[in-house]
């Protein structure tokens, strides 16, 4: 019998106990039109234990956005709009946040912050597991979340008063808790005890 088969069953081993699955890509930014060009995008945050996926955006304010991911369990709108007065319905933003890994969100917190022009922005913020809230102009919000581990998020911004040409921010931050310790699994342990039963064997032949 050759070494080969115990050296397979080695890798084998290895591969099952570090789960071998295909997560999704890193965060990065990104132009909304990119965005836009592929709905089925998802991402994770720095350390994965966040997800951001089934994003929707939609504007009817003339102008120019990209998608950015600055911190952990972050995300934010940046816009750069020419808003005429009247305009009714600006800009929306929705996605849905999955906590990964056994984690689980505990609070959410969004930031709004214009830069030049006038007039201001009325906005209107929900989550699931939380009271939505709102406010005028630039201004920030926060709740409490109920240790969820996925939470629809929904972003309305709507320019009111005279609107110039402005560039606009909308960041939402997660706070999330950390994934309870991990146990292995009876089957990991097998698998592990048979790795090195065969690297034992492989060795004995060795020698």
Do not use: W
């Amino acid at each position: 019998m050759t070494k080969k088969p115990l050296i397979l069953l080695g890798v084998m081993t290895a591969l099952a106990l570090a789960g071998a699955q295909v997560n999704a890509a890193t965060c990065t930014s990104m132009t909304v039109s990119a965005l836009l060009a592929n709905p089925m995008f998802s991402c994770t945050d720095a350390d994965g234990d966040t997800m951001f996926s089934a994003f929707v955006f939609g504007s009817n304010v003339p102008g120019t956005a990209t998608l950015s991911f600055p911190a952990d369990d972050t995300v934010r709108l940046s816009a750069t709009t020419d808003a005429p007065p009247g305009l009714g319905a600006g800009t929306n933003l929705d996605y849905t946040a999955s906590a990964l890994g056994g984690a689980t969100f505990t609070g959410y917190s969004v930031q709004t912050q214009q830069t030049g022009g006038n007039g201001r922005y009325d906005s209107t913020h929900t989550v699931t597991g939380a009271a939505p809230f709102s406010f005028s102009n630039q201004g920030s919000g926060s709740a409490s979340l109920p240790g969820i581990t996925v939470a629809a998020v929904t972003n309305s911004t709507t320019p009111s008063g005279n609107g110039t040409r402005r560039i606009f921010t909308l960041t939402n931050t997660f706070t999330v808790s950390a994934p309870p310790p991990s146990v292995p699994e009876p089957a990991s342990l097998s698998l592990f005890g048979l790795g090195l039963a065969g690297l034992a064997l492989a060795r004995r032949r060795r020698s």
